[in-house]
Each structure stands twice: as structure tokens, then as C-alpha cells.
């Protein structure tokens, strides 16, 4: 079993609707949990960041971490043809300089 | 602002030749790291530095080489070129040596070896 696991999709919505982008990991020692975006061909860019348990908003997007259940979650709201990208999920323990992946969810945004 | 620069962007081996991945960054980070993503698996850490001199393994060493004797450049060494070690290959600087900044990833290297 992956120590993160993340359903690769694909996923496909139209303009407007809210996604959700899911993780889940079997490592209790993770405190730091990142959400990437990752175009075609370019290289994965920090999209949210969440230290330990709870909810944290940036204009569109949410992240939230349930440590009890060991899910992270990554919510986009009226979600843009420019949302379209591979969606990355990752973390690490304190004081641990080996960060885990996700595998990636590809997203589509349809006008 | 350049960032992290790789190069090249494509490269094709044969199996059993040796190439360097080269990797440079001018924020004057203190770690860097080369990873691997292959399709279904993520990205999956090689070797990582903190520092100029210290270099530690990942997740995935086996085949790869690295030193850093600068701040800014971090190579990535393939000794003997297996068809195992088709990937693309990222490498990604952050400010501090601790988890909790964000990483920053240069374009990538496509790699195939036949």
C-alpha cells in the first residue's frame, strides 16, 4: 500500500462547478499537507499549504485536513477553463526532508 | 528571474550509457532535491542536499549519483543507463532545509533509455 494515495481520475466538469480533490495517507506522522498544480509539461508549482489539522481558504480554493481520518481534501469553487491541470497532493513529517506524493488527479474545466 | 533551470528538456540513452541532468538555481536556496515521476506512482524522491557538501538519499537512490559543491548547482549522475530509469526527471530548490516551505521545481528532463 502507497503511504499517499490519490485517485489519478481523470476528472471532468463544466465551467462554474465546485470540485473536490481528495487524498488520503497512512502515515500518522505527517504534519505538513500541500496541494500542487501541475501543467502539461511544466513542473509542479505550491498551490495551498496547511500545517497540521483544519481548513484554509485562498480566494477559490480550500484545503482541509482531517487528521483523525487521515484525508486532505482540496475544494475549488467556480472552478475556470484555467483550473485545467494535474492536481498534486503532498507531505512530510517535522523535520523531514523526504516529501510524499500524490500520484495526481488530471482535472478538466469545460467552457 | 530564472529559478530553477534543467537541462536539458529531452534526452534519449541507449542502455548501459551514462549521462549528468543538470540543475541550477539562483535563489540562493540551501536544499535542493531531484525526483522522478512515472505515471501512477508520483513524484518520488532520488536524493535531496541541505547544503553545499551534504547530500542524502530519497525514497528511490538506487542508480543515481549526486554531489553539490556549490549552493547553486545540484547535478543528477546515471552511471549505467537502464530502460527502468525512463521518467521525467524534476528538480526542486526551497529556502529552508525544513518541510514546511514551499518547493520550487524547474521544468523537467524527459528521460528515455532504449
Known amino acids: 500500500q502507497k503511504e499517499v494515495e490519490q485517485d489519478p481520475g481523470p476528472l471532468s466538469v463544466p465551467e462554474g462547478a465546485i470540485v473536490s480533490l481528495n487524498c488520503t495517507y497512512s502515515?500518522?506522522?505527517?504534519?505538513?499537507f500541500m496541494w500542487y498544480r501541475q501543467y502539461s509539461r511544466k513542473g509542479p508549482e505550491l498551490l495551498m499549504y496547511?500545517?497540521?489539522?483544519g481548513n484554509k481558504e485562498d480566494g477559490r480554493f480550500t484545503a482541509q485536513v482531517d487528521k483523525s481520518s487521515k484525508y486532505i481534501s482540496l475544494f475549488i469553487r467556480d472552478s475556470q477553463p484555467s483550473d485545467s491541470a494535474t492536481y498534486l497532493c503532498?507531505?512530510?513529517?517535522?523535520?523531514?526532508?523526504?516529501?510524499?506524493f500524490g500520484a495526481g488527479t488530471r482535472l478538466t474545466v469545460k467552457p | 528571474n530564472a529559478g530553477v533551470t534543467q537541462t536539458p528538456k529531452f534526452q534519449v540513452l541507449k542502455t548501459g550509457q551514462s549521462m549528468t541532468l543538470q540543475c541550477a538555481q539562483d535563489?540562493?536556496?540551501?536544499?535542493m532535491s531531484w525526483y522522478r515521476q512515472d505515471p501512477g506512482m508520483g513524484l518520488r524522491l532520488i536524493h535531496y542536499?541541505?547544503?553545499?557538501?551534504?547530500?542524502d538519499q530519497g525514497e528511490v537512490p538506487n542508480g543515481y549519483n549526486v554531489s553539490r559543491s556549490t549552493t547553486e548547482d545540484f547535478p543528477l549522475r546515471l552511471l549505467s543507463a537502464a530502460p527502468s530509469q525512463t521518467s521525467v526527471y524534476f528538480c526542486?530548490?526551497?529556502?529552508?532545509?525544513?518541510?514546511?516551505?514551499?518547493?520550487?521545481f524547474g521544468n523537467g528532463t524527459r528521460l528515455t533509455v532504449t
Open positions: 526542486a530548490s526551497r529556502g529552508f532545509s525544513g518541510p514546511q516551505s514551499p518547493l520550487h
Open positions: 502515515n500518522s506522522a505527517f504534519q505538513y
Open positions: 496547511t500545517y497540521s489539522s
Open positions: 503532498a507531505m512530510s513529517a517535522v523535520d523531514n526532508n523526504d516529501m510524499r
Open positions: 535563489m540562493n536556496h540551501e536544499y
Open positions: 542536499s541541505v547544503g553545499a557538501g551534504i547530500t
